[in-house]
């Protein structure tokens, strides 16, 4: 009897499913009435008034009202969703919180439509990009793109690169009066900006200026195995067969050797933060990065590209332990293009970069005695996920009410780093600088300030773009409006340290400002962390400055 309801309630998810997606489809592509429109502009600001804990930090609530209203005015014609986003982007900007975010719709694929997808490659996925001196790049490729590296990109089809990056410039949404994070995250983002604005693309052409050569390069989803590969692949596969059969097998020693590889391979990528490269399984990248800079162990550098994944705990453990028993007496903390991610994270790595007793956040403020609630149960989401958040929810409001209290009248929940700790036993106490720029958002943002407003480290670099004072971020509440199907991706909480600036609004302020350009990366140089290294050198004494290039 149990299996029958449980093979008819995946029949009708099923069933339910596919005519969703049709439905919903159709919803994006078609022109939505102005009264529908005027409806959405509604549902936004009232979720963002219901939900963010401080809407009107940055901007007054008159300011803001009358910008909604004018929205509203100014639309007086059908409109497709991913138009009104623009329109939505535009005004949601102003309210000056960073992890504040519009989304447009995008169709959706059935289950064949997404496995058809996974057998493709779109090699453009693979570049990376950055914006400098008012020019777009290539900064990073693989395979026999790497000879693209440093290009500047002239085109994307036939709009200048100019005018596409001037129009993304303005929805982006940035903590406070920052400026920093659109120049960075511009470039950063770009093809998450231009899929945004055009939908999805199979074809894309970009016009490059590479030296004194001006060309075209197309891209072009494309199988991931032509038929010569998979006939060469058949006849591999064939001759393992073959040689299976004559291949030994393993002892019960040699599996069990195997076996603890496999493990110890396993636990290095989690501790490192492997990040995966859709078919390209020979392509290694981490999150985590530990160097020594020159020819002894001195000077260590740490590489932070985000506090997202892995088991962190085992990589500063590692790390500090290794730095303490080679008597390592200065640490470069790199936190450049570092969008965030963990607070528990961020936590952990300071108790290693202080000697004292600290509480690294304060209270959040918040509108919802039950944010892990509002988040999961967000019309967004699947409704397996909210099936599962209701069995849950229990657990999960009793959670909440242990962590929200009220004081005066506002809402507070109290994270684990908002508790006193006690630094590390093997903390750093040598010299640290941090290498910060515009891309230093969120959690990494939080951690400079933290550094920053204890005078632990010498910054170098840009004003990061996460605000000093904090930002609203922790838990989100993504809002799927009723008619555009445009989503508002609100933040819960307010998560600040007790380090604080009497200037409100902007982000960590480097003691030293360096700003990269396009000629630092065609000459291979990092000014920042050579200016670090000078310094250094200044300070040691140390006369052979080929000693400590990195």
Sequence with gaps: MI?????TLCTLIVLVSCGSIEKYNLQVTQLHPVKDVHEDID??????????????????????????????????EPMDGRTFYKQLAMVTKHI????????????????????????TRFDISYLSFEYLDGKLFITDAVGKDSVLINAEILKIEDESSQDLIRKYKDLIASDGYNTTFHNRVVGNRFLRYYASDKGRFDSISLTLRNADSTFVKNYKRRPLRDQLQIKNDSI??????????????????????????????????????????????????????LNFVGKDSTVAMIKIKGFQNGNYKGFYDDTFTVLDSLKTEILILDLRNNFGGRLNEIEYLYGYLTDENYTFLNKS?????????????????SLGLKMFAGLLSPGLAMADVLRVSKKDGQLYRKFKSAQEQEPKPLNFNGKVY?????????????????????????????????????????????????????????????????????????????????????????NHIDPELEWVLKDIEAKKGINNAANYRF
Excluded: C, W
Aim: no cysteine; aromatic share 8%.
């Design 434 to 522: 941090v290498l910060i720029n515009g891309n230093s958002f969120s959690a990494s943002s939080v951690l400079a300030s933290q550094l920053h407003g204890t005078n632990r480290a010498t910054f170098v670099g840009e004003e990061t773009g996460g605000a000093y004072n904090g930002t609203v971020a922790g838990l989100f509440k993504i809002y799927e409006l009723p008619n555009t199907k445009v989503e508002v991706r609100i933040g819960l909480m307010k998560i600040d340290t007790k380090q604080k600036v009497d200037t409100d609004g902007y982000g960590v302020k480097p003691d030293v400002e360096i700003i990269p350009t396009y000629q630092d990366r065609l």
């Design 3 to 7: 299996k029958k309801i449980v093979l």
């Design 96 to 119: 000056g919180q960073g992890h504040t975010s519009i989304s447009p719709p995008s169709t959706k694929l059935s289950r064949d439509q997404r496995k058809e997808l996974l057998k």
């Design 365 to 381: 403020e918040t509108n919802t005695r039950f944010p892990i609630l509002k988040s999961l149960m967000s019309n967004s989401n």
């Design 43 to 76: 549902k936004a600001y009232t979720q963002l008034q219901r939900h963010h804990p401080r809407l009107y930090q940055y901007v007054p609530k008159e300011t803001l009202d009358f910008k909604f209203d004018s929205l509203k005015k100014a639309i007086n």
């Design 236 to 289: 591999k596969r064939d001759s393992i067969k073959l040689a299976n059969k004559t291949k030994p097998k393993l002892t019960k020693a040699e599996r069990k050797a195997k076996k603890l590889e496999n493990k110890a391979k396993r636990k290095y990528n989690s501790k490192y933060g492997f990040v995966p490269t859709p078919n390209m399984p020979n392509v290694k990248n981490y999150t985590r990065n």
